[in-house]
């Protein structure tokens, strides 16, 4: 059983930074690749934007977020953030963690356990 909390979203002016987390709690939580999607309001479809191997070593991103937004983890307090600069109204959305067996599965859909989101708005 794999649950994911995050935190750290809130009210950011266009240009500013925001440090989400996520905590994740299992006993498999080391076996799982883990990453961040966005929905935008009013919008259905969640959209890829970081994601991490299991130990950290390999890091992927969406081409519109590389070089802002850094992503990172931490097994042994069995969390993830992802560290987001020069934000951009645009970017205004429910932030996700999420987590699944391997990076294809991550990025191209199939079993992916979601957090409940947490709320940035970038504010212009």
């Known amino acids: 059983q794999v649950e994911l909390v995050e935190s750290g979203g809130g009210l950011v002016q266009a240009g500013g930074s925001l440090r989400l987390s996520c905590a994740a709690s299992?006993?498999?939580?080391?076996?799982?690749?883990m990453g961040w999607f966005r929905q935008a309001p009013g919008k259905e479809e969640r959209d890829f934007i970081a994601?991490?191997?299991?130990?950290?070593?390999?890091?992927y991103y969406a081409d519109s977020v590389k070089g802002r937004f850094t992503i990172s983890r931490d097994n042994a307090k069995n969390t993830m953030s992802l560290q987001m600069n020069s934000l951009k109204p645009a970017e205004t959305a429910v932030y996700y963690c999420?987590?699944?067996?391997?990076?294809?599965?991550?990025?191209?859909?199939?079993?992916?356990?979601w957090g409940k989101g947490t709320l940035v708005t970038v504010s212009s």
């Open positions: 299992g006993l498999s939580s080391r076996n799982y690749v």
């Open positions: 994601g991490i191997s299991e130990f950290g070593s390999s890091k």
């Open positions: 999420a987590a699944s067996i391997d990076k294809a599965t991550l990025t191209s859909g199939g079993n992916i356990y």
